[in-house]
Each structure stands twice: as C-alpha cells, then as structure tokens.
C-alpha cells in the first residue's frame, strides 16, 4: 500500500486517530501497535465510565516507565489522579530505545487493584515482560497512597496466545473482562479478583475472533462520523 493511503485518516475517536494501515493490522494476523490499543482502551473507557477506573495509553504507560526526571514525572502524573483511582489499567511493551516509535516485540499488561493493594502482571506469553512490568511498577507504585504496602503479583495462570502475534489482542481481551468484572462489582478478595472471569472469557478462539469485533467495532464508528 502506498504511503499516502496507507496515512489517509480514517476515524477520530475521542483522543485517538486511527489511519488506513491500522486496518490492514487487524485484517491481517500481524502484531497490535499502540493505536489500536489506544483505540480500544479507549473505548472500553466509554463504556465503563468512571473517575475510579484508568486504562492509560500505551504512551503514558512507556513515559511512566521510561521518564528519567522524577520531579517531571511527578507532574506528568498529577493530572492522572492516581490516589483517587481503584482501577489503572496499563498496557506494557518490552521496547528498550525511548527514541523508537512504536518499538518492542511484545504486550502485556500491568493492573492496579486499590481494595486489594496489588498490582498484577498479565503476560500471554510466558513472563518474558516480567523486567518491563516490574519496571513499570517500580515507576508508578510510589504514586499510589498506599504504596507502603502494595503488592506486586505476576499471575502464572494468564491465558497464554498460540502463536507469535497476538499479545496486543490479549491485553485488549484481558483489560475487556476485567472492566467488565469491575463494572459488574466483582469480587474484591485478594486471592480471586478477576482471574476466574478472565479465564473463562479470554480463550484463543474469544481471542481471534476479538480482531474482527475490534474491525468491526471502527467500521461502525466510520459509518456514523
């Protein structure tokens, strides 16, 4: 596909402005870049709204980790009200170099539970984001009120992808189910949460057919823009 159509905008959707190559992403079985994940957070944004809840963008999420000013986080972070959220959902990417774009080779996601205190690592492919997501928390969990005594727990029984390229559609799948238990008032024990839930939604086939619910789901919002 040529440059220019493959940047041909294609859909305004709150902050997040999607182009024509986004499309041939889910329409092929190739890797998720960070608007697509936007995109969704986004919109599981409009459908679970709450001051409580944070599904950050994978921007904010690398920042967050990356920032090499504490002082400047410091502010960065202030808007984002993190003492007043019981629910920050953060997308994390194993890209080493802050001056590459959409760099890295793997999603995964972190989550902040504030009943519970714990932040916890969902990796679809074997932990291989442990580094990146303890790095992510190290970064952010002294933002939090309680951070004296969080919790950091990577869940070993993650649902796991079949094959090289769908990590980002498992962190789509898994931020899915766990608003919908949040939405849903879901149990807040510390040993349960929402592993149960994302156990039985986030299967392979849940998983594949998401990339046609996520094409689908811009579609629509094309035919109405």
């Given at each position: ?11 305004s959707y ?18 998720l870049n ?70 890295g080779s ?120």
């Amino acid at each position: 596909m040529e440059k220019s159509v493959a940047d041909e905008k294609i859909l305004s959707y709150n902050d997040v402005v999607l182009r024509r190559s986004d499309l041939d992403i889910l329409n092929g079985p190739d890797f998720l870049n960070d608007r697509i994940i936007e995109f969704y957070f986004s919109y599981l944004s409009s459908c679970y709204p709450s001051e409580s809840i944070l599904l950050a963008p994978p921007s904010i999420a690398f920042w967050i980790s990356n920032c090499p000013d504490i002082d400047y986080l410091k502010d960065f972070l202030q808007p984002l009200n993190l003492s007043g959220k019981n629910l920050v959902i953060l997308p994390v990417n194993n890209n080493n170099d802050v001056t590459l774009a959409e760099g890295g080779s793997h999603w995964s996601l972190l989550v902040f539970e504030r009943t519970a205190n714990v932040f916890v690592h969902h990796d679809s492919y074997g932990g291989i984001n442990s580094r990146h997501a303890k790095r992510l928390y190290k970064a952010i969990v002294g933002y939090m009120e309680t951070h004296d005594t969080c919790r950091y727990l990577a869940w070993d029984r993650t649902p796991q992808q079949v094959n090289g390229y769908d990590c980002g559609l498992y962190v789509t799948a898994i931020a899915k189910a766990i608003c919908s238990w949040y939405g849903s008032g879901g149990q807040r024990d510390a040993d349960q949460l929402w592993f149960s839930v994302v156990n039985e939604q986030v299967t392979p086939s849940a998983v594949a057919e998401m990339r046609q619910d996520i094409l689908r789901l811009i579609t629509s919002l094309m035919a109405v823009e």
